[in-house]
Structures are given as C-alpha cells and as structure tokens.
C-alpha cells in the first residue's frame, strides 16, 4: 500500500458515519450522499497531495532532506484535512477560527 492510499482511507474513515457512538462505521451505499461525500474528500486530499508535497519530478524526492520535507507536509496536509472533514461546521477547528478580540 503506498502513502496515498493509507490518507485515502483514514479521510474515508472520518466521511463515514458511525453507529453505536462511533464504534462501528455504517454501510455506505454506492450512490449515497454519504459516499458522494467521501469521494468528493478523498478527491480534495489528492488534488492537495498532488499539487502539493508529491508535485515534484521523481528525482526530486532521492535527496533525503527533500524526501523528508514532502513526507511531513503529506502527514501534516492529512492529518489537517481528516480534522476539517470532522469538524463541526459551526464550530471549526481553534487554528482555524477567527482571533478573539483582546479584553483589557
């Protein structure tokens, strides 16, 4: 299994609703809104991916510091996006809500 697809599945794992309080994942239907829905964040991860830390021409990636830089941003752009996908829409995640304003 390569890397992509490892992010695949944990974005579709966060798509995908729960029973029992989140225990066990529902069957999601082929066609459903819930699959339309993983789909539609499985194609965001990848444009993501693609045109982000995996954009560079394979040689690129045999220098280790390189190799290193686009695996933490591939981590970091997953993790993130798994977060959003879970994220409550009136409530988005604290490094992405608006500053407080200061009280003195």
Do not use: I
Not at 51 to 64: A, C, I, R, V
Request: net charge negative; charged share 25%.
């Amino acid at each position: 299994m390569d890397m992509v697809d490892g992010f695949e599945l944990e974005v579709r794992d966060a798509l995908t609703p729960k029973d029992d309080g989140g225990a066990t994942q529902k069957q999601v239907l082929p066609g459903s809104k819930e699959a339309a829905l993983a789909d539609m964040g499985v194609a965001v991860l990848k444009q993501g991916l693609t045109k982000g830390p995996l954009s560079h021409d394979p040689e690129w990636f045999n220098k280790d510091d390189n190799y290193a830089t686009a695996v933490q941003q591939a981590l970091t752009f997953s993790s993130t996006w798994s977060r959003l996908c879970t994220s409550s829409p009136s409530r988005p995640p604290p490094s992405l809500a608006a500053p407080r304003p200061r009280t003195s």
